[in-house]
């Protein structure tokens, strides 16, 4: 029998987020990206293993510590979630980081955590102010840029044609009003909102392509509603494969942020993103640049997060190619 698999959960922004603490592997690979291929080549059944237990399955997020690449970092960290190994989830990063300061798992003479992660290095810090937003505390990610790679890019769904934003918040995303393809942002619209994600994206995919050849496929697509204010956007984040997020998502909150920030309407205020299911990521401009007339901004991420609990979960003898 192979050693029992344990792990510390957690929530944020209504992602359950649950990190390997023991029973793991040891990663291979020179830098992050490689490291992440490494685990999509050999570990799906690791994956399947942590996420396919317990009673918050659904949407399960999770993450696991590894050496870093990156000088002057505290750990690597892998993210996974039902569909696969995303580059980046800032909902596993923000509960890893208060998971591994409250138990001491990385030993740091201070609280602020630099996490090498294939979308490259980033900071976790903890966040008093989360108080006051109604959490128990919580935990702020920066590092993370956002820039709009293309606006306005027009594509056929449905035999109609729909404008799309093309935006980047650590993974490309298809932004698309959820008005134009006669859908409402709300959890009883989920289904559907799968669907069109699943019709839109590789509709998305093809146009881009052409126009630029080689550039990444969209990770997801973000569906808006109509704004409450100039600083206040819902939407709904359906990631491909079929995933709807119960969190705003952490890097589309960047990736709105840098449309707002391309149009000129992203303020210095607190910009508050709300999903379709009613949680909230809030977030504030770090810093901005220009680049070749191109707006990059670097937003900072807070949310609010809960610890859950440990637990152990029996995973008997799974295979690992050798190298």
Request: with cysteine; proline share 4%; hydrophobic share 45%.
């Amino acid at each position: 029998m192979a050693e029992d698999l344990k792990a510390i959960d957690a929530s944020v922004a209504g992602e359950h987020v649950r990190l390997l603490v023991e029973g793991g592997l040891t990663v291979s690979g020179d830098t992050m990206d490689d490291k992440r291929a490494w685990l999509q080549a050999n570990a799906d059944f690791l994956r399947r293993s942590l996420l396919e237990h317990g009673d918050h399955c659904t949407g399960m997020h999770g993450a696991l510590f590894t050496e870093p690449a990156s000088p002057k970092t505290h750990a690597g960290m892998l993210f996974m979630n039902p569909v696969g190994f995303p580059r980046i989830s800032g909902e596993a990063l923000m509960a890893a980081a208060t998971i591994a300061i409250d138990h001491r798992i990385i030993h740091v003479s201070a609280d602020e955590l630099y996490l090498d992660t294939p979308a490259g290095v980033l900071t976790a810090t903890p966040s008093l102010g989360m108080r006051a937003k109604g959490g128990v505390g919580g935990m702020q990610l920066t590092g993370l840029a956002g820039f709009v790679q293309d606006a306005g890019v027009d594509v056929e769904f449905d035999g109609r044609t729909v404008s799309v934003d093309v935006a980047f918040g650590g993974e490309f995303f298809a932004v698309v009003d959820a008005d134009s393809i006669g859908l409402p942002v709300i959890q009883e619209s989920a289904f559907d909102l799968v669907r069109a994600a699943e019709r839109l994206l590789p509709a998305v995919d093809r146009v881009v392509q052409r126009r630029r050849p080689g550039l990444s496929l969209m990770h997801g697509a973000i569906f808006t509603d109509s704004l409450r204010s100039p600083d206040y956007v819902r939407s709904a984040t359906v990631l491909g494969g079929g995933l709807l997020l119960r969190s705003p998502g952490a890097a589309s909150t960047i990736a709105l942020m840098a449309l707002w920030e391309s149009r000129g309407s992203l303020t210095d205020r607190t910009f508050i993103h709300e999903s379709a299911f009613g949680t909230l990521l809030y977030g504030t401009v770090f810093a901005r640049q220009v680049v070749e007339g191109r707006r990059i901004i670097v937003p900072t991420i807070e949310s609010p997060v809960a610890m859950i609990g440990s637990c152990v979960l029996g995973r008997g003898e799974w295979p690992v190619r050798s190298e």
